[in-house]
């Protein structure tokens, strides 16, 4: 740029001036030439050889981007940028990131290994061979050695009967099924990994707070006696927060912070859980065909869920009913109802997506 061009034009003045009194400082000219030449090819290289993909520059070097971090173009930039939530790189020098499996994802940007992915996770092994599912798939040539194990999340694994069998890290497959009897797996929809509402459904095992420190176990929190799960992971005990939280140690007593646990955002079309406490979608009618009457109005009838919000969608605040429902329109009677809402599919609706508070 403009301003290395000035810099070499200022390197060469120095030189030719030093030339103009090399009779008086009997200055050697070969010594002089040698400088101006490595003056003008250093220059050179530094100004047209960029860094590759995968480094950056630091004090005219090109160094690694360490993990967790990629540079996916080539050039003089002195940064590397971190990798984006669902993402990890787990070597230094990386030009992108790699995705986590299907219906993962991370807590945090910058991880740096495919062990800061979560989501559910089926392992089915036959003859030593392992095979990892994270989303629908079709089981083939399975015998009756093949195994079987759910890692993580919850799944229905279908018969070839058109039996559906839920199966869990603690609930294998029942007797007298065989792996060779079933057809297809799926993960199932739940609120394991991320919340819906304000987190009070949420039963995960996240123990990591949004600013990367480790909760403390519930029953070291003498603030919150009356909630002794006996684990850290994170909750939302009670009704003052918006959000899942956990303690962290602080200067005196421990602190309470919000989770790393993100939003689920597949309840607009469907509802994830049965009760549907999670569900924010646009339906405002219910089952029987009656316009909802808005939550903040007590017209023409009053209640005790104002706070809900501005608006006459169906809803099930405080997970109260079994499914969503609203204040009907109706001057009389009924005074509620039910509004239908159909439960989420994996692999139809929206699977497991995310998004930043």
């Known amino acids: 740029g403009k301003q290395w061009y000035q810099r070499r034009v200022r390197g060469l003045s120095s030189i030719l001036y030093a030339l103009t009194i090399e009779r008086h400082y009997h200055i050697d000219m070969k010594f002089l030439s040698l400088a101006l030449l490595t003056v003008v090819v250093c220059s050179t290289l530094t100004q047209e050889q960029p860094c590759p993909r995968g480094t950056y520059l630091v004090f005219g070097e090109c160094h690694l981007c360490p993990k967790g971090s990629y540079q996916p173009s080539s050039g003089r930039r002195s940064y590397c940028l971190r990798c984006p939530r669902g993402t990890f790189a787990a070597v230094r020098g990386a030009s992108e990131c790699t995705p986590c499996l299907e219906n993962h994802f991370t807590y945090f940007d910058s991880s740096e290994s495919p062990d800061a992915c979560v989501g559910p996770k ?7 061979e392992a095979s990892e599912y994270t989303a629908d798939s079709d089981l083939e040539q399975l015998s009756e050695k093949t195994t079987v194990e759910v890692k993580s999340g919850k799944w229905t694994a279908t018969t070839r009967d058109g039996e559906q069998i839920e199966l869990t890290p603690e609930i294998s497959l029942p007797e007298p099924l065989l792996p060779s009897d079933l057809v297809k797996v799926s993960p199932v929809l739940t609120n394991e990994y991320c919340y819906t509402g304000i987190g009070h459904d949420y039963q995960g095992r996240a123990s ?15 603030s919150m006696p009356h909630y002794n799960p006996g684990h850290n992971y994170c909750r939302n005990f009670g009704t003052f927060s918006k959000r ?17 646990v993100p939003k689920c955002v597949w309840d607009e079309e469907c509802k994830s859980s049965p009760s549907g406490e999670g569900y924010l979608g646009p339906l405002d009618m219910t089952e029987t065909l009656y316009k909802c009457q808005n939550w903040s109005e007590d017209y023409p009838h009053p209640h005790g869920y104002n706070e809900v919000g501005n608006h006459n969608q169906c809803r099930n605040p405080r997970g109260a009913e079994e499914k969503p429902w609203c204040y009907t329109m109706a001057l009389t009677f009924p005074v509620w109802d039910y509004c239908d809402i159909r439960d989420c599919v994996a692999g139809v609706d929206k699977r497991y997506n995310f998004r930043d508070h």
């Open 244 to 260: 899942p939280y956990c303690f962290i140690s602080g200067d005196v007593d421990p602190r309470i912070v919000p989770c790393a």
């Open 122 to 128: 089926l392992v089915v092994t036959t003859d030593g």
């Open 208 to 222: 990591v707070s949004e600013y990367g420190i480790e909760c403390l176990n519930w029953d070291d929190v003498l």
